[in-house]
């Protein structure tokens, strides 16, 4: 799920008495999101997000009001209290955010952030104000491993190929065999 499809979902859930009654399905087809305003809204929301709709039963301008979420709370929720991201070779902040996004699907971009820190394994990722989907901070503990060729051909068979100098590879072995060359 991408993080434009997280927010329709967050802002149907939000507003789905509104949306009912109009007989109205959010898509990322017939929606564009413009002005995010972080704050205290009426009902109890934290955001405010204008909009702007294609189609005919929404074109126009739109506002919708939403919760974003506490990324560290959000992964409690799930039942993950340590926040773990493998790294392969050199730990940086977008080789962190690749491994969280293989691993928990989360889809960071680094322009969501407005601070990191990397100390002694444990990453911090403090999240820009205007992040649409995302609030606070969220700790990491980087695990890193050195880029091996293990890590970067991780299958043991290569099916049919045949080296020169005699030796073939099949079906998760190597045996010596002649090469008869013409």
Do not use: C
């Not at 293989?102 to 911090?124: E, M």
């Not at 695990?143 to 970067?152: K, S």
């Not at 299958?155 to 072995?173: A, Q």
């Amino acid at each position: 799920m991408t993080g434009v499809e997280l927010l329709i979902g967050m802002i149907t859930e939000a507003n789905r008495a509104m949306l009912e009654e109009v007989n109205l399905v959010l898509t990322t087809k017939n929606i564009r999101f413009t002005d995010l305003y972080p704050g205290e809204w009426e009902g109890g929301f934290n955001t405010k997000v204008g909009a702007t709709g294609f189609g005919p039963r929404l074109e126009g301008t739109h506002v919708y009001y939403y919760n974003r979420l506490d990324i560290q709370q959000a992964f409690v929720d799930i039942g993950v209290d340590e926040v773990v991201a493998q790294v392969v070779g050199e730990v940086t902040p977008a080789s962190i955010l690749a491994a969280l996004a293989t691993k928990h699907n989360l889809w960071l971009r680094l322009d969501d952030l407005s601070d990191y820190t990397y100390v002694d394994g444990v990453a911090v990722f403090t999240l820009k104000p205007t992040s649409y989907v995302w609030l606070g901070t969220l700790t990491v503990t980087v695990v890193n491993e050195p880029l091996t060729l293990g890590v970067m051909f991780p299958f043991n068979v290569l099916n049919g190929l045949v080296e020169p100098g005699g030796v073939e590879m099949t079906d998760g072995g190597i045996y010596e065999e002649l090469i008869q060359q013409p």
